[in-house]
């Protein structure tokens, strides 16, 4: 069972649609960081999460940590095909441990 | 900031030979590194985690004769996987932290090497 769970798996969109991804545990962390990975390529850090409800944008990307700190979520607002990847999310308990949760595979037709 | 670089970015080795990865922190030093393997569309699978000097800590069914693992100094980590043969291989990443950075529980990941085992 994953402590993180990550939801849809897999999300095939067209382009200029809106998407959210989910990451939920029933586990408080101290920080959340969203990475996106592209095929044959590292993961690549966008955000860290630190305080409960707090909110970060990045262009047309929306980072929320839930108030509990045991979720997170992802929005995407009019996707691109560029926008396509693997999307993960991972949470930290206190150190630079990180739990990731297993990923979202997201494919933006133009 | 926190670049972190890998190498070879891909080998072909024959089975029972030895192949080397190093992932180096470019702009920092890293006090701690990790490395994960990752199957084919799924997430990343952690392996073990160093600390500069010290022993590397293995997770549980990961075979530490297997894969050696040297954190020699804060900008460089090495894994050796010995006498490979093809179920080993994968893609192997490399990422590092550093309690010396702003974020301590940030992770900056390498772009990855993939190993093809004949």
């Known amino acids: 069972t994953q402590l993180l769970e990550q939801s849809p798996q897999f999300l095939s969109i067209q382009e200029g649609e809106n998407l959210t991804v989910y990451c939920n545990s029933s586990?408080?962390?101290?920080?959340l960081q969203w990475y996106r990975q592209e095929p044959g390529e590292g993961p690549v850090l966008l955000v860290t999460?630190?305080?409960?409800?707090e909110v970060k944008k990045l262009k047309r990307l929306t980072f929320q940590f839930g108030d509990a700190r045991k979720d997170s979520s992802l929005h995407i607002t009019a996707a691109q095909p560029g926008d396509t990847g693997l999307y993960l999310c991972?949470?930290?308990?206190?150190?630079?441990?990180?739990?990731f949760g297993g990923g979202t595979r997201l494919m933006v037709k133009p | 900031g926190a670049v972190v670089s890998q190498h070879p970015s891909w080998v072909i080795c024959k089975s029972g030979t030895s192949v080397k990865i190093e992932c180096r922190s470019l702009d920092f030093q890293a006090t701690t590194m990790f490395w994960y393997r990752q199957f084919p569309k799924q997430s990343l699978m952690l392996m073990a985690t160093s600390n500069e000097g010290s022993k590397a800590t293995y997770e549980q069914g990961v075979e530490k004769d297997k894969f050696l693992i040297n954190h020699a100094s804060l900008t460089l980590s090495t894994l050796t996987v010995t006498s490979a043969h093809p179920e080993d291989s994968s893609f192997y990443i490399c990422?590092?932290?550093?309690?010396?950075?702003?974020?301590?529980?940030?992770?900056?990941f390498g772009p990855g090497t993939r190993l093809l085992v004949l």
């Open positions: 586990s408080v962390f101290s920080s």
């Open positions: 999460v630190v305080t409960g409800g």
């Open positions: 991972a949470g930290a308990k206190g150190g630079n441990m990180l739990t």
């Open positions: 990422s590092a932290s550093s309690a010396r950075l702003a974020d301590q529980e940030t992770q900056y």
